[in-house]
């Protein structure tokens, strides 16, 4: 992994945030995978299940509570054109938890949580207690929705900014773009007033640690203004950034 392509990025939208004025964006069409169930049919079924209450609906309740996360992560990472990809490589649940953490779309302590009641629920051949359960629930619950908006915030897939400078020859042009092709890669790029390209980076999803934290940067500079201010953004990308540095 090469942290310095992260430092780059990093540092450039610490340093410049509050100077970068939206410039246009662009979004690109992408597939939803065709399942026979989604994940919010099994969490309708999860809640069937638990408002029954005896032992052998909790015992299903927790099955599909499960299958509604597994069935959530895939239907993100088909989106952005990365479930066939992670499929081949063999990307364990664990795995793909990391890369949806790395992205900073749901609460990494929410996220944890959620991750440790599943794992005792499917290791410890025990009757679930309906409080744990209830949390378990509203955690994939919040889980589910917190994805579908990601999906919907990652449809603008191009961000571009302009940066209003005198200096003829710093870069004034600031674009971060996913690109969803066969080979999912990140573009990030600088350019002069000339369109002269000044530095580019680019990012390959077979370095999910990486391309989640630039997946993470578009994300946030997608939300900035209308959803978040510019102190939040750069909380947000300092935990992640440390959170990258520290692995």
């Known amino acids: 992994m090469d942290i310095n392509k992260a430092h780059i990025l990093y540092s450039f939208i610490m340093d410049n945030l ?17 399942f026979d169930l989604h994940a919010r049919d099994y ?4 809640e069937n299940q638990l408002s029954i209450g005896n ?24 989106t952005l054109n990365l479930y066939s990809n992670y499929k081949k490589k063999g990307l364990k649940f664990d795995k793909k938890l990391e890369f949806i953490e790395s992205i900073g779309i749901f609460s990494s302590k929410a996220l944890s949580k959620l991750n440790t009641i599943r794992n005792k629920m499917e290791h410890e051949y025990s009757i679930p207690e309906i409080n744990e359960l209830d949390l378990y629930f509203d955690l994939v619950s919040a889980f589910i929705s917190n994805i579908e908006s990601a999906i919907t915030v990652l449809i603008w897939d191009e961000k571009n900014f302009v940066k209003n400078s005198e200096n003829e020859t710093e870069y004034i042009y600031f674009t971060i773009n996913l690109d969803r092709k066969t080979s999912p890669y990140m573009i ?9 390209t000044i530095e580019e980076i680019k990012i390959s999803y077979e370095d999910y640690k990486l391309f989640g934290f630039f997946l993470k940067c578009l994300y946030m500079l997608n939300i900035k203004n ?7 953004i750069k909380l947000q990308l300092t935990k ?3 959170k990258l540095i520290e692995r």
Do not use: H, M
């Open 18 to 34: 509050e100077e970068l004025e939206e410039d246009g964006s662009g979004g690109t069409s992408f597939d939803i995978p065709s």
């Open 43 to 46: 969490l309708e079924f999860a």
């Open 55 to 78: 032992t052998e609906s909790l015992i299903n309740c927790i099955s599909n509570l499960k299958r509604a996360i597994d069935c959530q992560v895939d239907t993100f990472l088909a």
């Open 188 to 196: 990030a790029s600088w350019r002069n007033r000339k369109w002269d």
């Open 226 to 232: 209308a959803f978040a201010s510019n102190k939040y």
């Open 240 to 242: 992640s950034y440390n």
